[in-house]
């Protein structure tokens, strides 16, 4: 799994990917130097428990995740995040009476 983070991250040009978490959650990746990776993580070789992925979020929260906590990783704009925008963003033209499918 790090290994194809890793990938991701690198590719030129960046696509953004998602992480899909066991616990249902998405993580979106907008930008690749929003990924931090490690190998593995404990005090020792015998204590190390996976590797680890940090995250920078847009608004500034970084969060950390195990490995194994990572079910599947997506290419492009996950299916659900896509759709929570495109709600967020019709709230906010009814609010500001902008027409369905944006300004002409």
Partial sequence: MIEQIRHLQAAKPFEPFALELSSGRIVQIYEPFSVATRDSYGRSPAASSGALIGVLHASGAFEVLA??????????????????????????????????????
């Fill in 67 to 104: 490995t194994s906590q990572i079910v599947s990783l997506s290419v492009g704009e996950h299916p659900s995040i896509k759709a929570k925008r495109d709600r967020q963003m019709e709230h906010y033209r009814k609010i500001i009476g902008e027409p369905e499918g944006g300004a002409s």
